[in-house]
C-alpha cells in the first residue's frame, strides 16, 4: 500500500485543482484507502458548507464612491489665529521652570570688607598749612559712605565667591561685586 496523501492534496483534489495524471493516482488511493476517502468526505462536507454560507450572502451592491469634499481656503483670521496660538505655546513653554524649592537669600553684613580710613601719611600736609588759596572755586570732597549689606542677585545662596571692585554706571561709582566659582556675579554693595 502506498503512503497517503496530505490534507492539501485532498483539498486540491476535490477542487479538480491538480494535473490530470495526479487527478488519476489520487482517485486510484482513495478506492484502495478507507482513511483517506473519510477524509476526502470530511473536507468535501466542509466545503459544502461553506459554498452554503456563501449563498446566503446578500449579492454586493453597486459600489459608489463618496463625493470629494473641498476644503475651504484659510482666511487671513485663521492663520493669524494659529500663529497667536503657536506663539502662546512657545512662550509658555520658554516661561515653564520646574518647580524647585528656593531659599531666600539672606545676607548677613560683611565688616571685613569695610574701608576703614588710613591714617594720613607723614608727609602730608594738614588742612591749616594748604598752599592753595581759600577761595578756589573748588567743591571739597564729601566722605563716602560705605554700605555694609550686599545685594542679593538671584536666589540662590552664596557658598564660595571672589570680591572685585568695579565701576558702575555712566559716573563710576565703585561697587564691590561677588562672582561665584563659575565667574557669574551673585551680590553686590554700591560703596558711595
Known amino acids: 500500500m502506498r503512503r497517503c496523501w496530505s490534507e492539501g492534496s485532498l483539498r486540491a483534489y476535490l477542487d479538480r485543482e491538480l494535473p490530470p495524471e495526479e487527478m488519476e493516482r489520487v482517485a486510484a488511493h482513495l478506492g484502495e484507502c478507507s482513511r483517506c476517502e473519510a477524509r476526502r468526505a470530511e473536507l468535501a462536507s466542509r466545503a459544502a458548507g461553506v459554498s452554503g454560507f456563501m449563498n446566503i450572502l446578500p449579492e454586493p451592491g453597486r459600489v459608489t464612491s463618496l463625493p470629494l ?7 487671513a483670521w485663521q ?12 512662550i509658555a513653554f520658554l ?8 531659599a531666600p537669600a539672606i545676607l548677613s553684613p560683611v565688616s571685613s570688607f569695610a574701608q576703614t580710613p588710613t591714617p594720613p601719611p607723614a608727609n602730608a600736609v594738614s588742612p591749616s598749612q ?3 588759596p ?5 567743591k571739597p570732597e564729601r566722605a563716602r559712605a560705605v554700605a555694609d549689606y550686599y545685594l542679593a542677585l538671584d536666589d540662590e545662596p ?5 570680591v572685585v571692585r568695579v565701576a558702575v554706571g555712566p559716573t ?11 565667574g557669574r556675579a551673585r551680590a553686590i554693595r554700591l560703596i558711595e
Open 69 to 75: 469634499i473641498r476644503r475651504q481656503p484659510r482666511t
Open 79 to 90: 492663520w493669524a489665529a494659529a500663529a497667536a496660538v503657536a506663539a502662546a505655546l512657545a
Open 95 to 102: 516661561l515653564a521652570k520646574p518647580a524647585a524649592p528656593v
Open 130 to 132: 594748604s598752599t592753595a
Open 134 to 138: 581759600r577761595h578756589s572755586k573748588r
Open 158 to 162: 552664596i557658598e564660595t565667591g571672589v
Open 172 to 182: 563710576e561709582i565703585p561697587a564691590d561685586v561677588i562672582f561665584d566659582q563659575g
